[in-house]
């Protein structure tokens, strides 16, 4: 008998089609040395970037950064176009002609994501609450005709163009509903089992009961980081797991596909678990360079003689605004256009800041070697 569920005949004659239904969580899950050996790791792996955290001066420019690398990856695994640097120009309003036209998906993914971790601090992980993430996701954007925020009261389907050819039928709404209670109901009882099986647990089951018309994907994505916060598992929102499904994209899909259509709940698991170590140990390396790469600037512009104080505003503006033009630095400074140019010039001669457009008026600049932290 399959543990996660079994596909059931839906309609008569022509229109018949068999839908996946869930079984209800929580399954038996076939321990082995290698499952218990990859569980031991991610919970290492996840106490050491939750105690970095501790150690960084102002963490929130870390999570800032991390929210929006989040965001485009996730997005992209979906098919968005626009890049990392794209959201972050939009987000300084510098006008660049290359900036994708699909960055607000990428920019209402972040405001969903901001959305869902200020309501975890009094509200519960929910149906209610995935339900709010889902109507800001979708919000003006491609997808904003398939009912944001709201659970789906038809039929849908994964692939294909039709139910005839989709590739995977999700169970109907009257079972969806039953299976997304259940959801709530296992995301917070069953806590003797390991934080992070449940939530890898929750996600592969999130997909397979697909409740909204579109953004299934990102919502469950975003679920990881969510559950694990309101858990305790990680003090502040430091994990993001998108970039390793974007890189093993075929293989997320086929785990998650084997999940349900082979009863393989062990291998998507081992897959998740490893996809937490290796996530959580970049995230450690990455902030371990910042420190030093932080370290170093600081004491590059404190070298700038009389500039050095509005350098330093500068370089700590440019921790979450990576990209800066003349009139931005005249903003954060209070400096006028010449000594704000000439003060641009010196972060550029001492390697803290790079131009980056080759233009004579409007010139962007970047803090290329933080950046560069972010897509390696």
């Known amino acids: 008998m399959n ?6 005949s ?12 869930p079984n209800l969580l929580p399954y038996s899950i076939q321990w ?13 792996a996840l106490g050491r970037l939750d105690g970095i955290a501790e150690i960084i001066p102002d963490v929130d420019f870390f999570i800032f950064m991390y ?61 209610r609450l995935i339900r709010e993430i889902h109507a ?34 999700p169970p109907p709404p009257h079972e969806m509903n039953v299976s997304l209670g259940n959801l709530e109901k296992f ?24 409740p909204f018309l579109d953004g299934n994907g990102r919502i469950g994505r975003l679920l990881i980081t969510f559950y694990l916060c309101e858990q305790g598992t990680l003090s502040r929102p430091l994990l993001y797991l998108s970039e390793y499904f974007k890189q093993h994209r075929s293989e997320y899909y086929d785990r998650l596909n084997a999940y349900h259509e082979k009863d393989d709940i062990e291998g998507w698991l081992k897959f998740f678990l490893e996809g937490v170590s290796i996530t959580a140990d970049k995230a450690v390396v990455t902030t371990r360079k910042i420190l030093k790469l932080r ?9 700038l003689g009389r500039s050095s104080a509005s350098g330093k505003k500068v370089l700590d503006c440019l921790y979450k605004a990576p990209y800066i033009q003349i009139k931005t630095v005249e903003a954060i400074t209070g400096l006028k256009n ?32 933080y950046l560069l932290l972010f897509e390696s």
């Open 295 to 303: 370290e170093r600037d600081v004491h590059k512009v404190l070298g």
């Open 136 to 169: 800001l996701l979708l919000k003006g954007v491609r997808g904003e005709n398939k009912y944001p925020g709201e659970f789906r009261k038809t039929q849908n389907w994964v692939g294909g163009a039709t139910l005839k050819t989709a590739r995977f039928i």
């Open 67 to 127: 929210i929006r690398k989040e965001a485009t990856l996730s997005s992209q695994v979906e098919g968005t176009q626009a890049t990392f640097s794209d959201v972050l120009k939009a987000e300084a309003k510098i006008e660049d002609a290359e900036i994708h036209k699909d960055v607000d998906e990428i920019s209402n993914y972040i405001s969903a994501m901001k959305h869902g971790l200020k309501r975890l601090k009094d509200f519960p992980l929910s149906g």
């Open 32 to 44: 082995d040395n290698q499952l218990q050996q990859l569980i031991s790791d991610a919970a290492l």
């Open 187 to 210: 995301m917070h009882h069953w806590l003797e089992m390991p934080v992070l099986l449940r939530i890898a647990l929750i996600h592969a089951q999130f997909e397979t009961i697909h």
């Open 338 to 369: 010449p000594n704000a140019l000439a003060l641009v010039n010196k972060l550029v001669k001492v390697g803290i800041l790079k131009e980056v457009t080759g233009k004579i008026r409007n010139k962007i600049f970047s803090y290329q070697d």
């Open 10 to 21: 839906q309609l008569q004659g022509d229109l018949q089609y068999k839908a996946f239904v």
């Open 3 to 8: 543990r996660t569920g079994k596909y059931v």
